[in-house]
């Protein structure tokens, strides 16, 4: 991509001298530097958790995750059976089974009105029946939970944004979390290597928005493919999630930008060379992101996806406690072989009670500090990998120049589906489940200090000690391109 002349000139003359330095223009490129202290090729840990799914037909199993925190109560997503579960039911008539979107829609109305209740929604197909937003009274749910029809039936909640703090921008501008992730040790060297390809990969960023007008985006191509999953844009021909349409460029609460900076910030981003695409789920007024919006974002990406078929990476730095729905919606884009990186979370809890992270396929992010200690980051075994997550600087959404410190997992994450996406971009057909292995192999292992953080006994399960490398040090050469790793290599100098 293209950048200012004020820009290249120093950035070359550092790569060309690094470049030299390494050998890079000889014939024999060396072989990259293995994870320290490692004597065999890691394995990522095995995420324990699946999607919750009620484990019998009866009424009180198909109530799910009632006792959570972040439940909204009296708002409920009901999911109906799916067509072939349906198909079983021979005591309805074909018009009373929501198998098409105009019987659901009434089926859905009918029994919202015989508890009481009424729909508020219409989310869609969730990878199986229909689902619908149904506002009734709380003690009415194990009675809708009667029918036959009605597969589950959970809270809708209010998912929180991960971050955790937000101060103004010192004069020193550093910018040490680039500088952690390009090197295997301690101490930083005020230095970042970074492949410069022209095709580094494609993110959507489910969050608030992002200011696409910012000038640390001068490198990104940021489409106006910008659809706001707040409300319901109906449903598409298989009955699958559509979101409420297009929506403009600005960001009207931050969070987006500001995760949009860690990825593909000019100065800030792991990736200076990628395509970012908002998925806004945040609602601008109050601030509340449901359940019911990320399930329809993860369907937005998924059409948007099968449109281009580009190797594509989601970003999701927000967090939400156990819910069903938003796993299948996760799955559903995995299966699609969109490889999804989210935030692990924030307050030290076990990161596996939290959606989409815990799903095998996810790449979940914990986050450390400036001396490679687990910053308060939540662990276990959900856990794939760490990456900084204290005072990061980014992009802010108040002006096209502003800037901003922040700290939480929403930003350790984004610095891993940076790389993420270069690295699917570049190696050709890839499953999820092989770009995690990648991040986690390539990873630094053994230098975060101190306990990663373990669950209780029995278990006693912990995070793995691993450490987003930038380079991807830790893979075997012949999964790294050589020119990758010594020839492509640009520098970024921050620091006098």
């Known amino acids: ?95 009373d089974l929501p198998t098409n979107t105009d019987n659901a829609n009434r089926v859905a109305a009918q029994v919202a009105k015989q508890v009481g209740g009424r729909v508020v929604d ?9 689902v619908f937003v149904i506002e009734m009274p709380d003690e009415q749910a194990l009675e809708l939970a ?17 971050a955790i703090q937000t101060q103004v921008l010192p004069s020193d501008n550093s910018i040490w979390h680039l500088d952690r992730i390009d090197q295997i040790n301690l101490p930083v060297d005020h230095l970042y290597h970074y492949d410069d390809s022209p095709d580094s990969g494609q993110v959507y960023i489910i969050d608030s928005g992002i200011r696409a007008t910012h000038h640390e985006f001068a490198n990104d191509y940021i489409f106006t493919y910008m659809d706001d999953c707040t409300v319901s844009g109906g449903n598409n021909i298989n009955g699958e999630p559509l979101c409420g349409g297009d929506i403009n460029a600005t960001d009207c609460r931050g969070h987006g930008t500001e995760v949009a900076g860690a990825i593909g910030a000019v100065h800030y981003g792991s990736n200076k060379s990628l395509f970012l695409k908002a998925v806004k789920v945040t ?67 076990n ?21 490679d200690h687990v910053g308060d980051s939540n662990y276990g075994p959900c856990v794939t990998l760490f990456a900084p997550m204290n005072s990061i600087t980014t992009a802010l959404n108040t002006s096209d120049t502003d800037t901003t410190i922040v700290s939480g997992t929403s930003f350790a994450a984004p610095q891993v589906a940076g790389i993420a996406a270069h690295y699917y971009a570049t190696h ?32 006693g399960q912990c995070s793995p000690n691993a450490l987003l490398n930038s380079l991807l040090a830790g893979l075997n050469g012949a999964l790294m391109p050589k020119a990758a790793v010594f020839i492509s290599i640009t520098t970024l100098l921050y620091s006098d």
């Open 1 to 95: 991509m293209p950048r200012s002349c004020h820009f290249i000139r120093p950035v070359f003359i550092a790569a060309l001298l690094i470049a030299t330095s390494m050998g890079a223009f000889s014939d024999e490129t060396p072989a990259p530097s293995p994870p320290a202290n490692s004597s065999a090729t890691p394995v990522p840990p095995e995420k324990p958790t699946s999607i919750d799914l009620p484990k019998d037909d009866s009424d009180a199993a198909k109530l799910l995750h009632f006792d959570s925190p972040q439940r909204i109560h009296g708002r409920f997503l009901v999911e109906f059976k799916s067509d072939a579960e349906l198909a079983e039911l021979r005591q309805f008539a074909m018009q």
């Open 122 to 130: 219409m989310i869609g197909r969730n990878g199986g029946g229909f």
């Open 146 to 162: 009667k029918d036959p029809r009605i597969k589950l039936i959970e809270p809708d909640m209010v998912i929180k944004e991960a």
């Open 283 to 349: 609602d601008c007024a109050t601030g509340t992101i449901t359940s019911a919006s990320i399930v329809r974002a993860f369907w937005s990406v998924i059409h948007d996806y099968e449109g281009d078929n580009y190797p594509s990476v989601i970003d999701i730095s927000i967090v939400s406690g156990a819910d069903t729905e938003i796993d299948k919606a996760a799955q559903a884009a995995l299966d699609h072989n969109i490889v999804i990186v989210s935030s692990a979370g924030n307050g030290g809890n």
């Open 351 to 371: 990161a596996c009670n939290y959606s989409p992270g815990r799903l095998g396929s996810v790449i979940n992010v914990g986050g450390t500090d400036q001396g």
């Open 428 to 459: 050709g057909t890839q499953t999820p489940s092989q770009v995690l292995a990648a991040m986690f192999v390539g990873a630094t292992s053994n230098v975060i200090q101190g306990s990663t953080g373990c669950l209780s006994p029995p278990s």
